[in-house]
C-alpha cells in the first residue's frame, strides 16, 4: 500500500517537475534576449565564445550619449509621445463618451471598426499616410510624427475610456444632484475623480504605444524627427551590437517599467488588442 | 460481498484552518438510496465529493464495494454523478452526452446505440437525441444528465443537489422520477440535498449533518419522531423547545413536572415528550436532572408519504 | 418642441463621435484610399491609369516566393504558438506557484518594442550567443548552429513576438469553462488525456482560434522583426518598404504591393471566420 503510495506520488511529483521546467525555459525563453542586450551594453572585449564579457564599461553608454546624440532623441520621442497622448486622449474622451453612455445601433461592429488600424499592419496604409503627409509638409515634424501615431493610439484611449464612461453609474450623478450640486461642481466633484483613473490608464497605454511606435515613424520622421525607435533600427543597420544594445536598453526600460506598475489595475487582454471574439 | 457498498472510516477534510469532514464515519448499505442532509456549510457535499474523489481525504479511508478506493483517480471509481447545474457537454448532442460514458470505454457503435436509446426511452427523451444541451429545458437536462450517469450501468449514483436549480413544481415531479429510476435499476445512490422535505420524501436513510459532523443517521421515520440531538430536532420538521425538569422517567418515555410547564400536559394535543440530548445526570430517576423536552406539532402535509 | 428634444441627444452623440471618426477616416480610411489610387497609376505621375504595377509585381517569379514566404511563416508561427500557449494556459491555469509571474511575462513581448525583442533574439541565437555556447557543450556538435537568417529562425522570432496575442484569449477562455463539466467527464471515466482532447479543447477551441486570428495577421504583417533578422528573405511587408527605399522612391510600385498584401488578408480573414462560425453550430 505504502509503495503504490509513493509510486503515485512520484508520478504527481514529476508531474511537477515537469510543470515547473516547463514554466523555467518559458521564463528564460522571454528574459533571456533582454539579458544578452545588457550585458552586450556594458561588455568590453567580448569577442570569441565566451559565456561573459571579460570586462564590464559604460563606455558605449557614453557613447551613445555623446556620437548619437541620444539625448536629443530621447527628447524627440517624449515630445512625439506627449503629443500624441494629447491627441489620443482628446479624441479618445467624447468617442469614448458616446459608446459608454450612449445606446448606439451597431456598437459592437463599430468597436470592431475602431481597432481596425490596430489589427491591420500599419505598413498597410502607413504609405498612404506618407504620401498624405508629404503633401500637407508634415514629414518630419513633432506634430505630424505624433499624428500619424494617434492612428495607433486613439484605439486603445477609446477602448479603455468607454469602459471607463460605461462605468460611471448614472445613480452616483443622481445623488449628487440631490444633495444639491449643479452640474459645474457635480462635473469637477463627482465625475472627474471616477473617471481620472480610467484617463490615465488610457494616457499610458497610449504613451507606450507611441514611444514604441517603429513603423509608422519610419515613414513620416526626417533627420529632426528621429525617435528612439528608428535610431535603434538604423543602428543595427551600421552593425555595431554594443551602442545599439546601449540605446536598445534606455528605450526599453520605461516600457518594462510601466508594464510592472500597471500590472495588477489592468486585464491583460486590453494590452493586447481588446478583440472581443469575432 | 460486504453488506456496505459505500463505507466512509474516519475521513477528515480540511481547507486550512476549516475542518469540512470530521472524522465521519458513514455505512451505505447496498441498493438503498441515503441522503445526506444538512444546511450549507455541513460538509455534506465535501463529503460526497470524497465519494467520487474529487477531494482526498486528508484522514480516513473510502471504501466502495468492499475495495479502498481512497487513492483511486475518480475516473477509474465506476460511479454515476448527477450535478446541481447539469453539466452537460456544450458541444454535444444529447446522444453524445450520454453516449460519452460508453465512448470512452471504446464501446462498439451498435452497444454504443443501443444503450443509448434505451437511456433516453428511460428517461422518455428519445426524440430528443439530436438535440442541444442550450435547446433544452432545465428539467430536460438534468434528465439528460440522469441518463448519462447511469447509461453504463455504474454501481453507485452520486446527486449533488441535483434538483436545486428546477422551479418547486418541477422538483417535485422529478423526485419521484429519479426515486423510480433507482428503484428500477437498483442502485445504491447517494443523495445530497439541504431541502429535508425532499430527503424525508427520497431517501431510505437519512445522514443529517451539522458542522462538519454526522449528528445522525436514520430512516426518515427515526430522524422525525427520535431526534437525537439538539440540531436534528430543530433542522427537522418543526418544533417547539420547552425546557423542564426530569421528574420521572422509564428507559423510553419520560414525565416532566407539570408545574414547570405552566400548562397541563392533557391541554396540548397529540404531543410527545421526547429526551433531546443527553441529561446531565448519570441517574435518568433522579428529579434534578436537567433534560430538554420537545413537543412535536402535528405532522405537516410535507410529509409525502 | 418635442421632436427638437429628441434630436438633441442624438446630434450631441454624433458630435461625439465625430473625432474619433475623423481619425478613422483621416489616418486610415483615406491613407488606404490613397494607396489605392496610387497603386494605379503610372510611377512618378499624377493621372493616368494603370495595372502594370500589379501586372509586373505578379508575373515575377519572385512575387510567388514572397508571398508563399510570408504565408509560410505566418501560418507555422500562428501554429506554433497555438500549440505552445495551449500548453503554456493548460499549466497556468493549475495556479502553480508564482502564476502571476508567468501571466505578466506572457505580455512581455507585446509591451517592448518588436525590434528590441528582435534583437535580443538575434544576439541569444547567434553563433556567439548562449544558446550556441550551450549546445557546443554537447560533443555531437561540432560548429555553431545557424539559427538567425533561416526560416526555421524566422518562425521562432515571430512565435515569439506573436504568441501573446494567443495566450491571453485562449488563458480567459480556458478559466470560464465551468469546473462541473470537466469533473462530469471525470466520473465518466474519462482519464486526463481524455478530458483534454474529448472537453476541453472543443470547447476552448473558439477562444483559441480568435486569438490566433490576431497572430496571423500581426505575423503576416511583420515588418520590423523581418526587417532586421530577415536576411535574404523578404516578406510582403520588407517588399513593400524596399520599394520606397530605392531613389527615387517607388510609390506606386509599393502601393501595388500593400493593396496586394491587404487583399490577401481580407480573403484570408474571410475564410478563417467561415471556419469559426461553423463549430458553433
Known sequence: MTLLRQYLRAIVNARKLLTYTFLLCFALAIYLPFLMIVLRSVGKGWFGKLWLPPQLTLDWYRWAVEVTNIVDITKNTLIIAGLAVIMATLIGIPTGWAFGRRRIPGKELLMSTILLPRMIPPIAYALGVAQIFYRLHLINTHFGVALSHVAVCAPYAILVLSATFEGLDERVLEAAAVCGANPLRTFFHVIVPLILPGILSSMIFTFTTSYNEFTLTLLTYGKDTVTLPVRTYLAIGEGYWEVTSAMSVILVIPSLIVLFLIQKQVAPEKLVGGFKGV | ?305 | MKRGAKARPVLVTLLMLLPGWAIFFGLFFYPMMVTVVRSLRPEGEQVGWTLEHYVRFLSEPRARDVILLTFVLSVASTLCSIAFSLVLCLVLRRKPRGHRFFRLTMLVPRVVPGLIGALGLLLLLGSRGWVNLFLLQFPFIREPVQINYTIPGLILFYTWLYFPFTAVTTLSTLESLDPAIEEAADVAGANRWQVLRHVIVPLIMPGILAGSILTFMAAFGAFSIPLIAGGNYRPLAVEIYRQIDFTPARWSAASARAMIMALLQVIFLTIYMRVLRRPAA
Open chain 2, 1 to 305: 460481498m460486504p453488506d456496505e457498498m459505500i463505507e466512509l472510516r474516519e475521513v477528515t477534510k480540511r481547507y486550512g484552518d476549516l475542518v469540512a469532514n470530521d472524522a465521519i464515519n458513514l455505512k451505505v448499505r447496498r441498493g438503498e438510496l441515503m441522503t445526506l442532509l444538512g444546511p450549507s456549510g455541513c460538509g455534506k457535499t465535501t463529503a460526497l465529493r470524497c465519494i467520487t474523489g474529487h477531494n482526498i481525504p486528508d484522514e480516513g479511508e473510502v471504501w466502495i464495494d468492499g475495495q479502498d478506493v481512497t487513492h483511486v483517480p475518480t475516473h477509474r471509481r465506476e460511479l454515476g454523478m448527477v450535478f446541481q447545474n447539469f453539466a452537460l457537454f456544450p458541444h454535444m448532442t444529447v446522444f453524445d452526452n450520454v453516449g460519452f460514458p460508453l465512448m470512452i470505454r471504446h464501446a462498439s457503435k451498435a452497444e454504443r446505440q443501443e444503450l443509448v436509446t434505451e437511456a433516453l426511452r428511460l428517461i422518455h427523451m428519445e426524440q430528443y437525441a439530436g438535440h442541444y444541451p442550450r435547446q433544452l429545458s432545465g428539467g430536460q437536462q438534468q434528465r439528460v444528465g440522469l441518463a448519462r450517469a447511469l447509461v453504463y450501468r455504474p454501481k453507485v449514483l452520486l446527486l449533488d443537489e441535483p434538483l436545486s436549480n428546477l422551479d418547486a413544481k418541477l422538483r417535485e415531479e422529478m423526485r419521484f422520477e429519479i426515486r423510480d429510476l433507482i428503484d428500477r435499476l437498483g442502485i445504491t445512490a447517494v443523495y445530497v440535498t439541504h431541502d429535508q422535505a425532499e430527503a424525508l420524501a427520497l431517501s431510505d436513510r437519512v445522514a443529517v449533518m451539522n458542522a462538519g459532523r454526522i449528528e445522525q443517521v436514520g430512516t426518515p421515520d427515526e430522524i422525525y419522531d427520535y431526534p437525537q440531538s439538539r440540531f436534528v430536532a430543530d433542522f427537522i420538521g418543526l418544533s417547539d423547545f420547552v425546557a423542564g425538569t426530569l421528574s420521572a422517567s422509564t428507559p423510553t418515555r419520560a414525565r416532566p413536572s407539570s408545574r414547570r410547564m405552566g400548562w397541563r400536559s392533557s391541554s396540548v394535543p397529540r404531543q410527545r415528550w421526547q429526551r433531546a440530548g443527553p441529561c446531565s445526570s448519570s441517574s435518568a430517576r433522579t428529579t434534578s436532572a436537567c433534560c430538554q423536552f420537545l413537543t412535536r406539532a402535528a405532522p405537516t402535509s410535507s410529509w409525502a408519504w
